[in-house]
């Protein structure tokens, strides 16, 4: 009798894990917004990941912030199906993206040409990159676990188009916007685009030398013109094309006023130091103004 009862038990619980879950079962920190369509909302501005089920397994867009994220991401992908995930989009080549492609190994990694060298340069530049992160913590230790460094296994130039069941994933590569190799992916039936870190919402972005505010622009304008229902940026909190017209009118303000200190003749040490943006002085890593004040006057200098 007592056997009988276990094993009925077993059905019932097998049952459970199986069926679709809900949203709230997969804890706070992911966000439904579609039919099979979720979102691991980073915390605290840490990267975001999008977890999409099709007919024909998972398609994950980055791989979380760091191995605990990845994980994490994992679990939810095992309780939404049973399926694998077989493809991985990278929207950027950056560790907080790509550290965690590990702890996917069915998945074909898929990024914009330049990104398997932009990661591999950064394993030649710190070796002790891996053990340093585990050092963080023991929860990180234990996430490494098994840690592998795996490149993208597909490059594309330019444009990508990939069919996965009843799903079409149009990947854009986004030209001197962040890193070296910046991907948005457009679910043009569902509406959903994952726009990198083009933009990200509430934060001041960070600039590297290869990096233009004519760039972002015009990257801001394309992605646009798609009309997302939902905009899920590589940072910060899911918006809609608001996040564009806002990054519009903060470069313009941003350049207009580098723009007329440039004038008076100043130096950039000097507009560094006067160049305030107070209507934005809510947005998170204020600390990164000094490298848009240098992208807003690299882009006023050649212009003039
Ligand atoms: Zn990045």
């Not at 024909?56 to 990845?70: A, C, E």
Request: hydrophobic fraction near 45%.
């Amino acid at each position: 009798m007592r056997i009988k009862a276990t094993a009925a038990l077993v059905t019932f619980v097998g049952f459970v894990t199986s069926a679709p879950a809900f949203a709230q079962d997969l804890g706070p920190d992911i966000r439904k917004f579609a039919d099979g369509i979720y979102v691991y909302v980073g915390k605290n501005f840490n990267s975001n990941a999008g977890i999409i089920l099709t007919q024909d397994g998972v398609v994950l867009i980055d791989s979380g912030h760091s191995p605990i994220d990845s994980r994490a991401i994992l679990d939810a992908v095992k309780k939404l199906t049973p399926m694998p995930v077989r493809f991985l989009i990278d929207t950027e080549p950056h560790p907080d993206h790509t550290t965690g492609h590990f702890v996917f190994p069915t998945a074909t990694i898929i990024a914009a040409a330049g990104a398997g060298e932009s990661m591999r340069n950064r394993e030649r530049e710190v070796p002790d990159r891996i053990a340093r992160l585990a050092a963080t913590s023991p929860a990180m230790k234990t996430a490494l676990e098994g840690y592998r460094f795996i490149p993208p296994h597909v490059e594309y130039n330019e444009k990508m188009t990939l069919h996965v069941g009843e799903r079409t994933f149009e990947l854009k590569y986004l030209k001197g916007v962040h890193s070296e190799a910046d991907t948005a992916i457009w679910l043009p039936k569902e509406r959903i685009l994952f726009s990198a870190s083009a933009y990200v919402s509430e934060q001041v972005n960070i600039f590297r030398p290869f990096v233009n505010i004519a760039d972002i622009l015009a990257a801001g304008k394309m992605l646009k013109a798609l009309n997302p229902d939902h905009v899920i940026p590589g940072h910060g909190p899911p918006v809609t094309t608001a996040l564009f017209d806002v990054g519009e009118k903060y470069y313009s303000l941003l350049v207009e006023r580098v723009a007329a200190k440039v004038k008076e003749g100043k130096s950039l040490e000097d507009i560094k130091k006067e160049v305030k943006m107070p209507e934005y002085a809510g947005w998170a890593s204020q600390d990164r103004m000094a490298t848009n004040i240098e992208a807003a006057y690299r882009m006023v200098v050649a212009k003039n």
